[in-house]
């Protein structure tokens, strides 16, 4: 058996593109931005490496693509950091809208349902959208109304601050509906998130202690599934007494 190169696989984590600074650098010669952002043209890169050495700084790979590559004079440990700074900034202003599950049997008592509700109003109040999921066991999939009767209890309990976004539909053994925040809910939490990203921005301006980042709300645990197991041990047992 031959021993050819190994085949690539996308499944393998690729490595990360590599910001090369000075020795790391090793193409002939380079298009230089000096440290003040003035043009110095094309030069060797010992040439360049000589001038970023006798400020003090590094000399850092920018546009590796550019024919010949381009590179800047400055100081790579405080260029990693600004960088480092701008990606935080970017991900704090995202807007991520995380889809929440909320699980239910047929045999969700009221109080229960209730407690849910809440869950998935909170949920909702922070921006998130909701799903809901009857699932079903054993015998409790010849009787789907009663999956469409506790979801609509559910529903208009949040009708103030949620629009339907899929209606009830059968998926495998299981009854699903999608709800979404109004869209007055989510002007809301963008404003908060806002305020909360000035405030932070004010107190690194003044020095003092940043503010700490709202915790995420903790998915809601699905109390049945103890009672699930004790249902298919219960069908099991009834199918082995039948035969």
Known sequence: MSMGRPRFDPRQPQRQFQIRVNHRIRVPEVRVIGAEGEMLG????HEALRRAQELGLDLVEVNPKAEPPVCKILDFGKYKYEEKKKAGEAKRK????????????????????????????????????????????????????????????????????ANVETRAMMEARAMSILVAPKPAILQKVAAMKAQREKERQQAEKEGRELPPEPESLPDVEDDDDDDDDDDEAGEAGEGDAKT
């Open 42 to 45: 094309v030069m060797t890169t």
């Open 94 to 161: 995202q807007t991520v809208v995380e889809v929440k599950e909320i699980k239910l049997r047929p045999k969700t008592d009221d109080h229960d349902i209730a407690f849910k509700t809440k869950a998935a109003r909170r949920f909702l109040e922070a921006g998130h959208k909701v799903k809901f999921t009857v699932r079903f066991r054993g015998r409790e999939i010849t009787h789907p109304e009663k999956a469409q009767e506790q979801l609509q209890l559910i529903i208009p309990a949040l009708e103030d601050v």
